[in-house]
């Protein structure tokens, strides 16, 4: 994908100010076939564009008649780009499999957050997403050392737990806008507890039920149990690193059969250097 710019759109077929672009693939897309079953399409699109916005090749991102069984989702995107590539005159891309490298925030403390929601009809959610969140030293107070047990407001971590969602493009939007709702409420009372030594750093463990909810006007809700393990120095308060894990549900409505759905949502996280 290094030669191109991306963009995207999230919309409807039924919207009155459809953008030219997406106009001029649907109407084709949906073009009724004389004497033909209508195929089987899904509700994502990849368009490739010349600079001036004139559609050069676009493809249904899930191939969903016609295809090959023993080619896999990700060489028929490849295969689909690198004929949109060749119509637009650039080089064959390198056959050459980068390393994958985790996000981080350069010379920064933060948060590294893996997210995935287990839902077995739609397996791309499975595949975990990873988060980086930059965090200030402010940000790491509520973590300090207490040779007592203590409660954290779960919303005084807000910062990085904002990121525990789905993975998904179209999992909750403003029906007016477009815009993915994001994620505005995450109260829970969490207890912070000493764990002892091992003579040379000193641990606790933060537990609790987390509560969440977004900018919908629906009152949509979901919660989970998160529970992280806290290093520190003998001598310090301040929190070295943070390990630990999410395990919640998370509804999702199924349109078809007029009914919600809860899926188990996960997550892990790792703090990045301090």
């Known amino acids: 994908m290094q030669p191109f710019i991306m963009t995207s759109w999230h919309g409807h077929r039924r919207d ?36 001036n916005g004139e559609v050069v090749h676009w493809f249904d991102a899930f191939q969903r008649s016609g295809f090959d069984p023993r080619e896999t989702l990700a060489q028929y995107t490849v295969r689909e780009i690198q004929k949109g590539s060749q119509l ?12 994958i490298k985790l996000p981080d925030v350069g010379k920064s403390s933060g948060m590294r957050v893996f997210v995935r929601l287990k839902d077995s009809r739609m397996k791309a959610y499975q595949i975990p997403v990873v988060e980086a969140v930059k ?4 940000d790491w107070l509520p973590l300090k050392w207490s040779d007592q047990e203590c409660l954290v407001d779960a919303g005084s971590l807000r910062k990085w737990l904002q990121q525990l969602y789905p993975p998904g493009i179209m999992e909750r939007t403003d029906p007016q806008t477009k815009e993915i709702f994001k994620i505005n409420t995450v109260e829970g009372i969490l207890s912070l507890v000493p764990a002892g030594s091992d003579g040379r750093q000193r641990y606790a463990v933060l537990s609790g039920v987390i509560h969440f909810g977004d900018e919908g006007a629906d009152g949509f809700n979901y919660d989970g149990q998160i529970e ?3 290093t520190y120095t003998m001598d310090k308060p301040e929190v070295q690193a943070v390990r630990g894990v999410f395990e919640g549900t998370y509804p999702r409505f199924d349109r078809i059969h007029n009914r919600s759905y809860a ?7 790792e703090s990045l250097p301090r």
Not at 19 to 35: A, I, L, N, S, Y
Not at 135 to 138: G, H, K, R, T, V
């Open 16 to 51: 009155a100010s459809l953008p030219r672009v997406v106009r001029e693939v649907w109407d084709e897309k949906f073009r009724p076939q004389p004497g033909r079953p209508p195929a089987k399409q899904s509700n994502v699109d990849m368009v490739l564009l010349k600079s």
């Open 88 to 99: 637009l005159g650039l080089p064959k891309a390198s056959d050459s499999v980068s390393k």
């Open 135 to 138: 965090l200030q030293p402010q």
């Open 228 to 230: 992280l393990v806290l």
């Open 263 to 269: 899926f188990p949502l996960e997550a892990a996280f």
